[in-house]
């Protein structure tokens, strides 16, 4: 088991890596254009169609919802036991 403490220095000492900074700092940037993406196109989908974007908001969420439990659980094998 895993402590809150133990997690902080794992975090830190990961970070002081620069290579793993630098997949960290990647991995934020794309993240966010992923949400300025999803923010753009249901909104687009709204102005051209005067409609809710609840087709989009179901669009890009399901594939995740379908294909996450095949990823496994959330911080890697460690983190299920």
Not at 14 to 26: D, I, K, S, V
Not at 31 to 51: C, E, I, P
Not at 62 to 71: C, K, M
């Amino acid at each position: 088991m895993v402590t809150g403490d133990t997690q902080r220095a794992g975090l830190r000492s990961a970070l002081a890596c620069p290579g793993f900074r630098r997949l960290w700092a990647a991995g934020t940037v794309s993240q966010a254009g992923d949400v300025a993406q999803f923010t753009t196109a249901a909104l687009l989908v709204y102005r051209l169609t005067g409609s809710g974007v609840s087709g989009v908001v179901l669009a890009e969420i399901t594939p995740v919802l379908l294909l996450a439990p095949l990823a496994g659980p959330p911080g890697g094998p460690s983190a299920a036991g």
